[in-house]
């Protein structure tokens, strides 16, 4: 039943691929030149295939002693758009409209007002991510996030309360700073479906310390499409992110494609929790 379904989805892709106004897109995607820059993605594929056979069934082993563990909690509200809310490790919430992490709540809320629960260790590590939905249970975690510490690398585990593990990330850090940072979306895999719905990843890169630059890939193993653009950021007087620069790093490039080195000023939400999430992940050298 699940493998029918599966090949209904891809049927679909293949013929909306055939309209004319995909066309072009369509030979672009089947051409050596897209396949040969898909390829390093088609090994994240396969990384993530194999670490979700790894970790599918270890959400028990995972989750045992973490109350006893857990030192403190925090609880934030809003950044449901974004993995792990307010300490999403991703900087997509600068540059995409309508996108926020939301808002850490300076006290833990008397009632289930709130998004994100958040444990900690007494080294202030993240032990477990509760994430709640404003139409769900507001008691119950529709979805929970642990952790596998490996040197410089974090997996972070992604558990729903009905899929089973639907979200695998790794981020890598170099001398104590976030690197690179993948997120893939294993949903296609519990269908019977060997791979993944959407794999992403950020690599980001600093100036004296701080944040200059950060490249945004999106890939799409099930019709092999990748999209990816650099991000150079500004920063005022006061050395805060101010604005940045677009430019697409090749491959297909539909009209309309950013790459005229246009200023596009953040917005004073975004500035305002880059500059919050920042005092609790190393101040302004994020």
Known sequence: MEDDFVKVVEGMIEEIFELDSFKELNEYRKSEENLKRCQPFEDLNEKYILLQEKYANSFD???????????????????????????????TDLVTIGSSRGKLLKRPPKESNFNYEYLFDEQNNLLCVYKYYDDYERNVPHETELFVRLDNKVLGLEFNSVRGLNVISECRYENKKLANYEMALCELHSLGKAGCTQIEVETREYKNDLLQVFCWYRYSPS????????????????????????????????????????????????????????????????
């Open 61 to 91: 082993d995972l989750h045992k002693d973490i109350e006893i563990r857990t030192h403190r909690r925090e609880y934030s509200k809003g950044g449901t758009t974004l993995h792990r809310g307010f300490y999403s490790p991703s900087l």
């Open 223 to 286: 019709i092999r499409l990748l999209t990816n653009e650099k991000y150079t950021f500004l920063r005022d007087e006061e050395g805060n992110l101010s604005a940045f620069t677009i430019n697409d790093l090749g491959g297909y490039r539909p009209e309309g494609s950013c790459d005229d080195q246009t200023e596009y000023p953040l917005t004073k939400k975004a500035k305002t929790e880059f500059l919050e999430y920042s005092k609790y992940v190393g101040g302004n050298k994020v």
